[in-house]
Each structure stands twice: as structure tokens, then as C-alpha cells.
């Protein structure tokens, strides 16, 4: 099993920044891809951006130069830039194995394991 665990989520004003974390444990060798999804209540959980070392990542368009992924080892950041109201939601760490021939795509049945959630509140 993987544990994920989120943390940095904030209250901050329109323009702000802000730098979430995620920490994998447990059989971390099932975490070859690694996401971040965020759900507004009234919405659909949204994916955001993904990474694999081989692959690169892979950005939703409304998050597209502000926001950045990264992944040092088994702890995952998203690095949050010009935030808008829009951006408010519940952040969620995700991730999945490595399947041979196949890509996940930013969609929540794709990847496996999930953390907590961490809230980001952006005012305008």
C-alpha cells in the first residue's frame, strides 16, 4: 500500500503564491506517476498536473504558467503562482504505477492512491 500525505494548503489573497507538499510512504515504488487534483465541492475533481521521471509533466491548460510540479524522491510539490479565486479547492496528492505501454491522462480513475487533501482558499 501507499500512504500520501499533503500539507501547505492556505488562505491567501488573489496573486498569492503558495508551495503544497506531498509525502509518499509505504511501497513508494507504486508512485512512478504522481499527480495533483483539485475539487471545488460544487465540481468535479479537476486534474491539475502529473509527473514521471521519464515522462516529464503535464499541465492542466488553466493552471498552465503559473503553476509548477516537481518531485524530489518520494515527497511531490506543486509550486502555486498568480492565484486566482478560481483556484480555491481542495488539493489532492495522487499516484500510480508504472504499466507497460500505457500513459495516464489527468483523470481521476487513472491513478490509484490518494491523499487527505489539503484546502487552498484564494480572495479576491
Known amino acids: 500500500q501507499v500512504q500520501l500525505v499533503e500539507s501547505g494548503g492556505a488562505s491567501v489573497e488573489s496573486g498569492g503564491s503558495l508551495r503544497l507538499s506531498c509525502v509518499a510512504s509505504?511501497?513508494?515504488?507504486?508512485?512512478?506517476?504522481m499527480a495533483w487534483f483539485r475539487q471545488d465541492p460544487r465540481k468535479e475533481r479537476e486534474g491539475v498536473a502529473m509527473v514521471a521521471s521519464a515522462h516529464g509533466t503535464t499541465y492542466a491548460e488553466s493552471v498552465k504558467g503559473r503553476f509548477a510540479i516537481s518531485r524530489d524522491k518520494n515527497t511531490l510539490y506543486l509550486e502555486m503562482n498568480s492565484l486566482k479565486p478560481e483556484d480555491t479547492a481542495i488539493y489532492y496528492c495522487?499516484?500510480?504505477?508504472?504499466?507497460?505501454?500505457?500513459?495516464?491522462?489527468?483523470?481521476?480513475?487513472?491513478?490509484?492512491?490518494w491523499g487527505q487533501g489539503t484546502q487552498v482558499t484564494v480572495s479576491s
Open positions: 509505504g511501497y513508494t515504488s507504486l508512485t512512478y506517476w
Open positions: 495522487a499516484a500510480t504505477r508504472h504499466r507497460l505501454n500505457w500513459l495516464p491522462s489527468l483523470r481521476a480513475e487513472d491513478f490509484d492512491y
